[in-house]
């Protein structure tokens, strides 16, 4: 059984930074890739960023330059440093590994 347990959301000011984690439990997370969504209201969820088991990454157009990716496998958790952010930046974030297992969501707010 997957569980990915997501922390490090809350409120920001614009130009400011987070970083966001999600451990996973179980057995798998080193062989698969792992990514990072956002759905703001009224908006489909939409990919952030995604890291393959051996380090490759990919991001929006929308972040790209302002947030990283990242993996530690022998803790089982992805990071998501998110600097220089928005307000359009204003979402839920979940983890998702495999393109199966979801975490539970986290409120990202970028505002004055």
């Known amino acids: 059984q997957v569980q990915l347990v997501e922390s490090g959301g809350g409120l920001v000011q614009p130009g400011g930074s987070l970083r966001l984690s999600c451990a996973a439990s179980g057995s798998i997370f080193s062989i698969y890739i792992v990514a990072w969504y956002r759905q703001a209201p009224g908006k489909q969820r939409e990919l952030v960023a995604r890291?393959?088991?051996?380090?490759?990454?990919n991001y929006a157009d929308s972040v790209q330059g302002r947030f990283t990716i990242s993996r530690d496998n022998a803790k089982k958790t992805v990071y998501l440093q998110m600097n220089s952010l928005k307000p359009e930046d204003t979402a839920v974030y979940y983890c998702?590994?495999?393109?199966?297992?979801w975490g539970q969501g986290m409120q990202v707010t970028v505002s004055s």
């Open positions: 998702n590994l495999a393109n199966t297992y």
């Open positions: 890291i393959s088991n051996n380090g490759i990454t």
